[in-house]
């Protein structure tokens, strides 16, 4: 008996608890809009009292109609100005109702562009490290999913619940003068409905929640077979059956137990909906008999039973509201999980350093993954001052990438310091620090945007400036291919619009070197592979443009092409996330460790 006495407790807290989210979203929805939301609610207010009124004069009308017939002096005028007025209120009624429908269209768009906004300001705060969790990628995608949805979903269930609690005090007003048990029935009929909705809500967020790496691996998988950087692979390895296969198998595993819920959902609903059927005509039978007996007039026993139906309606949508603001309450947590996401505080402010011919310094730096116990990067020391060059060799894998990230602050290393201009790198201001750097990753981004934007990309300051777009095209061996193209720096790149120019790897590779050297203030250029994807005659000429650009610069280059590396000043050979050598290209190899094999080898190949 305490158990359950208990269980009960637990529950009816729980309700409570997650109604905490009901406030926010009413915030929420008001800063949206304070003029639509008003109008909503007096909107509201009025669609709550025009029913009973509607009832009521309806009273009038079958009363005056029935003393009519027995008079010998009928007072038609007055039976036709009742009518009348009843078509005026419901009239009222009518546009109170369109005026709701308006304003909640209005608030949707409003309220989920609002709410999508905020979830994407939030991911600009995020790090690295929050995009390479897979936890943190399902609170994303629950938050996507259903959060720009919930709040007006929330604050309509509100107004409902207001509007039917209006209505519903006005019936119960003339309910009560036929019997107070009228209103106990009426109210209670509809109770374990209520629970039991209550529990089925929570049931199905529960669900939603379990399966959402699923429906991510949905999302991937539609993203694989109907995407044209998947497309080509899907098709050629034949992976399409299989891939569609697996898409089916878990859409058939979530459908078991959506097909669950929805049975015991349904079955509960029923039978306790059974409860306000036999409520109603057992009300009904009752209403009939003291008509009959000459207890209330036709025209009472006409209000009665249309009060008692539409109570019973307004019963059975305000605990519906009730059970659809817990359920909204629940999804709005995942929205406001994600946007309580922790975001570490960047103490650093510093713009510049107080050494400036230092230049760049690892001291010690060690550094492992949080999902991971192994170290990506181990003691790392290495320095490089103003007009030197480094390069950076090593198996894939071996750490090469993580260092950069580090140099740039996407992560913060676990164990040394960082110094840039004999400053350490944690008090550093990160966007002035960024504005320092120039780096082309392995996995540059190309983006479905215009030439000019994607080269304009790489210093957000001067993005719309035709100008700088044809300045870095030129370093980046970009220019002679933009303008053979029609429209030049206004070609629309990618297949993703209409009127959009794919290129081949190589040319991408130029696209993202002049978006490097956009950024022509920056003193570390960092080249992680940047010609890949190209042949030896335009690597050379990149190189020899890439020298001559950047004298005064500090240059890091990650290679596995020897004749790229072996112009570096400074070659550090990287192996399981430790410096194994390092030296010039002569004095590596005249210790003919690492670095002379992996030479050797490569030289080889090209006799």
Known sequence: MTDKRDHSVSFVWRILG??????????????????LTFTLA???????????????????????????????????????????????????????????????????????????????????TLQLANFEDSEFYDKLTQARREASSRPLSLVNRTFGLVQNAISLTSYAVLLYAFSPWAVVIL???GLPSFFAEAKFSGDAFRLFRWRSPETRMQMYLETVIAREDGVKEVKLFQLGPRLLQRYRDIFNKLFVEDRR??????????????????AFYGAYAWIVITAMSGGITLGAMTMYLVLFRQGQTAVAASLSAISGMYEDNLYLSNLYDYLGQAV??????????PEPQRGLEFKNVSFHYPASKRKALNNI????????????????????????????RLYDPTEGCIMLDGLDL??????????????????FGRYQFSVGENIGAGDVRYIDDAERWATAAETGMAAPFIEEMPDGYETQL????????????????????????????????????????????????????????????MTILISHRFSTVRIADQIIVIHKGEILEQGNHESLLAMNGQYAHLFKLQAKGYQ
């Open 18 to 35: 997650v109604f905490g989210y009901s406030r926010r979203a009413l915030h929420l929805v008001w800063t949206t809009s304070r003029v």
């Open 42 to 124: 007096i909107l509201t207010l009025i669609s709550g009292v025009l029913p009973a009124a509607t009832a009521y004069i309806g009273l009038l009308i079958v009363d005056g109609v029935v003393a009519a017939m027995t008079s010998t002096s009928p007072d038609m005028r007055r039976v036709l100005w009742l009518v009348l007025l009843e078509a005026g209120v419901v009239i009222s009624l009518a546009a109170s109702q369109r005026g709701i429908s308006v304003s909640q269209s209005l608030l949707r768009a409003l309220l989920g562009q609002r709410v999508n906004v905020m979830i994407l300001e939030k991911a600009l």
């Open 187 to 189: 109210v209670g009929a």
């Open 261 to 278: 819920l929805a049975l015991r959902r349904d079955s509960w609903g029923f039978v306790l909906g059974l409860l306000s059927t036999a």
């Open 344 to 353: 570490p505080l960047r103490k650093g402010d510093a713009k510049y350093g």
């Open 381 to 408: 020391s290495l320095k490089i001052r103003p007009g030197e060059s480094l390069a950076l060799v090593g198996e894939n894998g071996s750490g090469k990438t993580t260092l950069i990230k580090l140099l740039t």
């Open 426 to 443: 944690q008090k550093w201001d990160v966007e002035a620090l960024r504005q320092r750097i120039g780096v082309i990753f392995q996995d």
């Open 494 to 553: 990618g297949r993703w619009f209409k009127g959009g120019r794919e290129l081949s790897g190589g040319e991408w590779q130029k696209i993202a070197l002049s978006r490097v050297f956009m950024r022509s203030d920056a003193d570390i250029l960092v080249l992680d592979e940047p010609t890949a994807a190209m042949d030896s005659a335009s690597e050379a000429a990149i190189f020899d443009h890439f020298r001559s650009e950047s004298h005064n610069k």
